[in-house]
T-cell receptor, first 113, second 111 residues
Framework: ETGVTQSPTHLIKTRGQQVTLRCSSQSGHNTVSWYQQALGQGPQFIFQYYREEENGRGNFPPRFSGLQFPNYSSELNVNALELDDSALYLC????????????FGSGTRLTVV | GQQLNQSPQSMFIQEGEDVSMNCTSSSIFNTWLWYKQDPGEGPVLLIA?????ELTSNGRLTAQFGITRKDSFLNISASIPSDVGIYFC???????????FGTGTRLTIIP
């Protein structure tokens, strides 16, 4: 059984650019959530996707958007990058109704300069 | 964004000591989770709690879901070097899919 894989592991972008982060969910999981973890903080919920639709969103602006594909993999897109977007972006997969067995990936470290 | 109050913020202990940390919220949760995060990795689930008053163990780890549903604690007995890391609590509100995380407790073992 494969776990959650994220790519790339590290990324450096310039302020104002756009970025796409990718996540492959764990086998058997149909729900993907994205979290932003700033240095020294706990993860903050960005949004969740279930059946290819957004199923809950945290307090993040519209320039944070996502997609889920039929194979349950997912993308996180961030437009007009700001310096404060520098963080570890975590993807977590789960199966709806299974008791919240969230499995996290190792994350993508995004640095905006 | 909202984060749960987790204490202590950091702990420095000697190998073999017991550890206790807790998490409080102003909101009622229907699920409490405890995670451990190592450097460069994502959080790994340690214990999940689903009912007020529930006490659950996972090896040397024991966690409890507070009766008020607004708090939880995690105990680690007889700490070993691999226990080093950051521990996060997380809660889930009824009818809401997101997890709200605590601010973390950094555990360091002094040689």
């Amino acid at each position: 059984e494969t776990g959650v894989t994220q790519s790339p592991t590290h990324l450096i972008k310039t302020r104002g650019q756009q970025v796409t982060l990718r996540c492959s969910s764990q086998s058997g999981h149909n729900t993907v959530s994205w979290y932003q973890q700033a240095l020294g903080q706990g993860p903050q919920f960005i949004f969740q996707y279930y059946r290819e639709e957004e199923n809950g969103r945290g307090n993040f602006p519209p320039r944070f958007s996502g997609l889920q594909f039929p194979n349950y993999s997912s993308e996180l897109n961030v437009n007009a990058l700001e310096l404060d977007d520098s963080a570890l972006y975590l993807c977590a997969s789960s199966s709806q109704g299974d008791g919240y067995g969230y499995t996290f990936g190792s994350g993508t470290r995004l640095t905006v300069v | 964004g909202q984060q749960l109050n987790q204490s202590p913020q950091s702990m420095f202990i000697q190998e073999g000591e017991d550890v206790s940390m807790n998490c409080t919220s102003s909101s009622i949760f229907n699920t409490w989770l405890w995670y451990k995060q190592d450097p460069g990795e994502g959080p790994v689930l340690l214990i999940a709690l689903y009912k007020a008053g529930e006490l659950t163990s996972n090896g040397r780890l024991t966690a409890q879901f507070g009766i008020t549903r607004k708090d939880s604690f995690l105990n680690i007995s007889a700490s070993i070097p691999s226990d080093v890391g950051i521990y996060f609590c997380a809660g889930r509100l009824p009818g809401n899919e997101k997890l709200t995380f605590g601010t973390g407790t950094r555990l360091t073992i002094i040689p």
